[in-house]
């Protein structure tokens, strides 16, 4: 079946822009979770959702950052006022539930370069 | 607080040889744990997982780990490794009362001809 898919796949901009990620989760996933991916580096957490519940928004590393999930279902990343520091991949994965052993099934990323 | 260490950063193999990443984590709780692969430019891939059934974990393209409590550790092994093996490998332990995942840093596999 289908993946989570993550659009656009690259995306180039200038600093000050104001950018949308999209991730659309596997269909049935109540759990989605968005991770950034420096150069070279892990991944850092970001932003959590499950179901109808308050996001966690524990990882968002400044108020430029937000992400909503509209109707439990796809999700978009928003970043404003981009910096050369917000270069990076852009990971989104999703999971059936929050089980412990529910693995995570991740996307290809959306690379994010700023100018 | 749960914490996952890699051992290596950078791990280099001949082709045919044997494979092992390191790992070691932390947790108050018996934990679940992961090996994901990520190949350049693609998201991560699920390898396998640990939850408890069993100490020994075979999961996709020949790679295993054992679960060993005493010793907090979680390896991945594999006894022959092949070129397509080249990749970035992350060992997770999800926090069983948090809803986050907990990335090591990874280790880069390079495998050579």
């Known amino acids: 079946g289908a993946g989570v898919s993550q659009s656009p796949s690259n995306k180039v901009t200038e600093k000050g822009k104001d950018v949308e990620l999209r991730c659309d989760p596997i269909?049935?996933?109540?759990?989605l979770y968005w991770y950034r991916q420096s150069l070279g580096q892990g991944l850092e957490f970001l932003i959590y959702?499950?179901?109808?519940?308050?996001?966690?928004k524990s990882g968002l590393p400044s108020d430029r950052f937000s992400a909503e999930r509209t109707g439990g279902s796809v999700s978009t990343l928003t970043i404003q006022r981009t910096q050369q520091e917000d270069s990076a991949v852009y990971l989104c994965?999703?999971?059936?539930?929050?089980?412990?052993?529910?693995?995570?099934?991740f996307g290809d990323g959306t690379r994010l370069s700023i100018l | 607080a749960q914490s996952v260490t890699q051992l290596d950063s950078h791990v280099s193999v001949s082709e045919g040889t044997p494979v092992l990443l390191r790992c070691n984590y932390s947790?108050?709780?018996?934990?679940?744990l992961f090996w994901y692969v990520q190949h350049p430019n693609k998201g991560l891939q699920l390898l396998l997982k640990?939850?408890?059934?069993?100490?020994l974990v075979k999961g996709i393209n020949g790679f295993e780990a054992e679960f060993k409590k005493s010793e907090t550790s979680f390896h991945l092994t594999k006894p022959s490794a092949h070129m397509s093996d080249a990749a970035e490998y992350f060992c997770?332990?999800?926090?069983?009362?948090?809803?986050?995942?907990?990335f090591g840093p990874g280790t880069r596999l390079s495998v050579l001809p």
């Open positions: 959702f499950q179901g109808n519940s308050a996001p966690d």
């Open positions: 269909s049935g996933h109540t759990a």
């Open positions: 947790s108050s709780y018996s934990p679940s």
């Open positions: 640990y939850t408890s059934a069993a100490t």
């Open positions: 997770v332990v999800n926090r069983n009362y948090g809803q986050n995942f907990v």
């Open positions: 994965a999703s999971s059936p539930g929050t089980r412990e052993n529910q693995p995570q099934h």
